[in-house]
């Protein structure tokens, strides 16, 4: 039933920005913490941010400085704004969120379906 939905991925320069934006859906009681992850083939997949409930933010120290993690609450979504992108940082990003379906569950962990970032010249 719970559905997470990825947007703004594509194709950018070296030195561009994209914001990727993720919106949950469907029978949903509470979102807690939201994530986004990076796995490139044959790589072990990396947290890339994290976000809490009450939009406390973390990132990792590969992308401190460029990248930026917030959300939308009444929205159920989190964006993930990338700035001076480099080629390395092309991969397919993924994003996560602790959901409650219902005051009588527990969190459950939701994954999106993945979306492409490709830096280059």
């Known amino acids: 039933q719970v559905q997470l939905v990825e947007s703004g991925g594509g194709l950018v320069q070296p030195g561009g920005s994209l914001r990727l934006s993720c919106a949950a859906s469907g029978r949903i009681f509470r979102v807690n913490t939201m994530r986004w992850y990076r796995q490139a083939p044959g790589k072990e997949r990396e947290l890339v941010a994290t976000i809490t409930d009450s939009g406390i933010p973390n990132v990792s120290d590969s992308v401190k400085g460029r990248f930026t993690i917030s959300r939308d609450n009444a929205k159920n979504t989190v964006y993930l704004q990338m700035n001076s992108l480099k080629p390395e940082d092309s991969t397919v990003y993924y994003c996560?969120?602790?959901?409650?379906?219902?005051?009588?569950?527990?969190?459950?962990?939701?994954w999106g379906q993945g979306t492409q970032v490709t830096v280059s010249s």
């Open positions: 996560n969120a602790d959901i409650r379906t219902s005051y009588f569950s527990v969190n459950f962990g939701y």
